[in-house]
């Protein structure tokens, strides 16, 4: 796990069972690396959709749906990775359709793969020599539909730690909010990079866009993460070891650091072009703004280039926390994929399918 290694957590409870449910396996940097390339994916597609039906941003377009494409494919390939039997899950959405009520690893297989399915449609519907009225026209149904799939995949996760009462430390109402904002925050930050190489006034109105959206998205990442640690329950010891383990790691300040900067950056970026509106004079601004709209600044550009790669690495760093402190101070949950209870304590790593 790199930087989230750490020794064996102490003796607490019972320990006969707990050793012997710890000798499963458990979620790892592949489940991670899983779980964030859904989020780049989801909340990427969320914000090339609404681009989409603004009708504004063709070039946009063409560079996110082949990152959003390749982005579903790797977070399908970690999660295969982890499992062990890939082939073993290729019937997982019949028997997710069969479970989608109670169980939110069943609802996270159908969005996940309703994203796949949508992302790669409306690629071809971007790619495809259509008639233009029937083109646009299907561009649009497959990016509302790649949007809802998009918000729903990169949430889902949230949401099923959030109910995974065997990790009392993932069992907090905050932890959907918080992958929400890291998801728009790597969104943005990789759809700040792919209008920083597209050229003429679609390049300068989505830099603009994508810096303000990267700036407020930060803030949402930063006032999620404290409201979750302010509402940890310490009434489990559980809960106390896995904050103190998180407040110790490295990693945890990297991410806060580097989504502080990334605010500070992308924000003052921003406010730098606003004042520069606000100094000219009404005539020049006029003028200007019937020619084209302002464009960043050359050196505020790269800055808020280098805060979009902060943004991206703090999104993966927010996701590896959250899961292995919870597992470091409590190894076992009753979480299996299709499960409505169980008085059996199962361990983390088992989905069913895993060899």
Same mark, same amino acid.
């Given at each position: 796990? /790199?930087?989230?290694?750490?020794?064996?957590?102490?003796?607490?409870?019972?320990?006969?069972?707990?050793?012997?449910?710890?000798?499963?396996?458990?979620? !790892? =940097?592949?489940?991670?690396?899983?779980?964030?390339?859904?989020? #780049?994916?989801?909340?990427? @597609?969320?914000?090339?959709?609404?681009?989409?039906?603004?009708?504004?941003?063709?070039?946009?377009?063409?560079?996110?749906?082949?990152?959003?494409?390749?982005?579903?494919? &790797?977070?399908?390939?970690?999660?295969?990775?982890?499992? *062990? %039997?890939?082939?073993?899950?290729?019937?997982?959405? +019949?028997?997710?359709?069969?479970?989608?009520?109670?169980?939110?690893?069943?609802? *996270?297989? $159908?969005?996940?793969?309703?994203?796949?399915?949508?992302?790669?449609?409306?690629?071809?519907?971007?790619?495809?020599?259509?008639?233009?009225?029937?083109?646009?026209? =299907?561009?649009? +149904?497959?990016?509302?539909? /790649?949007? &809802?799939?998009?918000?729903?995949?990169?949430?889902?996760?949230?949401?099923?730690?959030?109910?995974?009462? !065997?990790?009392?430390?993932?069992?907090?109402?905050?932890?959907? &909010?918080?992958?929400?904002?890291?998801?728009?925050? #790597? *969104?943005? /930050?990789?759809?700040? +990079?792919?209008?920083?190489?597209?050229?003429?006034?679609?390049?300068? @109105?989505? %830099?603009?866009?994508?810096?303000?959206?990267?700036?407020?998205?930060? +803030?949402?990442?930063?006032?999620?993460?404290?409201?979750?640690?302010?509402?940890?329950?310490?009434?489990?010891?559980?809960?106390?070891?896995?904050?103190?383990?998180?407040?110790?790691?490295?990693?945890?300040?990297?991410?806060?650091?580097?989504?502080?900067?990334?605010?500070?950056?992308?924000?003052?970026?921003?406010?730098?072009?606003?004042?520069?509106?606000?100094? @000219?004079?009404?005539?020049?601004?006029?003028?200007?703004?019937?020619?084209?709209?302002?464009?960043?600044?050359?050196?505020?550009?790269?800055? $808020?280039?280098?805060?979009?790669?902060?943004?991206?690495?703090?999104?993966?760093?927010? %996701?590896?926390?959250?899961?292995?402190? !919870?597992?470091?101070?409590?190894?076992?949950?009753?979480?299996?994929?299709?499960? $409505? #209870?169980?008085?059996?304590?199962?361990? #983390?790593?088992?989905? *069913?399918?895993? !060899?």
């Amino acid at each position: 796990m /790199g930087q989230f290694t750490a020794p064996a957590p102490p003796p607490y409870g019972i320990q006969a069972p707990i050793q012997q449910i710890n000798e499963y396996p458990l979620w !790892g =940097t592949e489940v991670a690396l899983a779980l964030y390339f859904t989020e #780049v994916a989801g909340m990427l @597609m969320a914000i090339i959709g609404a681009l989409e039906l603004t009708g504004k941003y063709p070039s946009m377009a063409k560079k996110g749906a082949p990152t959003i494409f390749v982005s579903t494919i &790797l977070a399908f390939a970690f999660f295969a990775y982890d499992l *062990g %039997r890939p082939l073993a899950a290729t019937s997982s959405p +019949i028997e997710a359709l069969v479970n989608f009520s109670h169980s939110w690893m069943a609802r *996270g297989i $159908i969005f996940v793969s309703g994203l796949l399915l949508f992302s790669l449609l409306y690629m071809f519907s971007i790619f495809l020599k259509l008639p233009q009225k029937l083109a646009r026209s =299907t561009r649009i +149904i497959f990016a509302v539909l /790649g949007m &809802l799939f998009g918000i729903f995949a990169t949430t889902y996760s949230g949401f099923e730690f959030a109910a995974t009462t !065997g990790i009392p430390f993932w069992n907090n109402a905050g932890i959907p &909010l918080l992958f929400l904002a890291g998801g728009v925050f #790597v *969104g943005s /930050g990789i759809g700040y +990079i792919l209008a920083f190489v597209t050229k003429g006034e679609e390049g300068i @109105m989505a %830099r603009r866009l994508m810096a303000k959206l990267l700036a407020f998205s930060g +803030i949402a990442e930063l006032a999620s993460w404290f409201l979750f640690l302010a509402t940890v329950n310490f009434i489990y010891v559980f809960d106390e070891i896995a904050y103190d383990y998180l407040l110790s790691q490295s990693a945890f300040y990297i991410d806060l650091t580097l989504s502080a900067l990334a605010v500070i950056i992308s924000g003052g970026g921003t406010l730098a072009l606003s004042f520069r509106m606000m100094s @000219m004079p009404k005539e020049a601004s006029k003028s200007l703004g019937e020619i084209k709209p302002a464009d960043l600044p050359t050196a505020v550009k790269y800055a $808020i280039l280098v805060a979009a790669v902060f943004a991206i690495v703090a999104a993966y760093l927010t %996701r590896a926390d959250i899961l292995f402190a !919870g597992q470091y101070a409590y190894q076992v949950a009753p979480m299996t994929p299709f499960q $409505i #209870v169980s008085n059996q304590p199962i361990p #983390v790593g088992s989905f *069913g399918w895993r !060899g």
